[in-house]
């Protein structure tokens, strides 16, 4: 297989296609909506908390069994049906309409598959292993989750927000190099690795003050 190109898709807004109703289906749709998504269910039955976000109007729910015109003004597939046979019409017809679309119980017959991901805020780490081993992302995703804990997302939103302050009064680009580069250095990252955010806080302004005097 050859390698796979990451990307980072803006889903707000965006139609997608959950084929299925377990649990499985539920997990996709949930970060989905996390994503901003519009989601779409399609499945005979569907669990209660799948039914509990219809009832919410979070989600739309057509019960029945998948059908191609399901695909219409579709964006983004996702055929988590309890049927192998289900899924393969999904990949099928995906494939056919140049559709964005991933088979969860066989990573073939999509064109796309979703990695193990650490959140933080705006700060996203995804794992993959190629579909070979989700096992193995799994466990790695957990280590970084103990790694790369709540302050960095924190960290983050003070960083961006500083750096376009940068961006804006700071001319001289090897100095506005080196500021960035300061912003993130070893240190400052051993302390968030410590949930020391405080400290963190002074040094991105001391660094910012010192190199704008």
Request: aromatic share 6%.
């Amino acid at each position: 297989m050859s390698r796979r190109y990451f990307i980072s898709l803006n889903l707000t807004g965006k139609t997608c296609l959950v084929v299925g109703g377990g649990q499985v289906a539920e997990r996709k749709v949930r970060s989905l909506l996390e994503c901003g998504a519009c989601v779409v269910v399609v499945s005979p039955s569907i669990t209660p908390g799948l039914a509990k976000l219809a009832e919410e109007d979070k989600l739309v729910y057509r019960q029945g069994y998948y059908r191609v015109s399901d695909l219409s003004g579709v964006f983004l597939v996702i055929g988590a049906a309890n049927r192998e046979e289900v899924n393969r019409q999904v990949a099928d017809d995906c494939a056919v309409r140049n559709l964005i679309v991933n088979i969860v119980d066989d990573q073939t017959k999509g064109n796309f598959f979703v990695p193990a991901v650490v959140r933080r805020g705006e700060l996203s780490i995804a794992v993959s292993t190629g579909g070979k081993s989700p096992m193995l992302a799994r466990k790695i995703r957990e280590d970084l989750e103990k790694t790369y804990g709540a302050p960095f997302g924190e960290f983050l939103e003070l960083l961006g927000d500083l750096r376009q302050e940068v961006i804006r009064n700071v001319a001289d680009q090897d100095l506005k190099r080196e500021l960035l580069e300061n912003m993130v250095d070893s240190e400052i990252l051993s302390l968030l690795k410590e949930g020391c955010i405080e400290r963190v806080k002074e040094r991105l302004r001391s660094a910012y003050r010192g190199g704008r005097s």
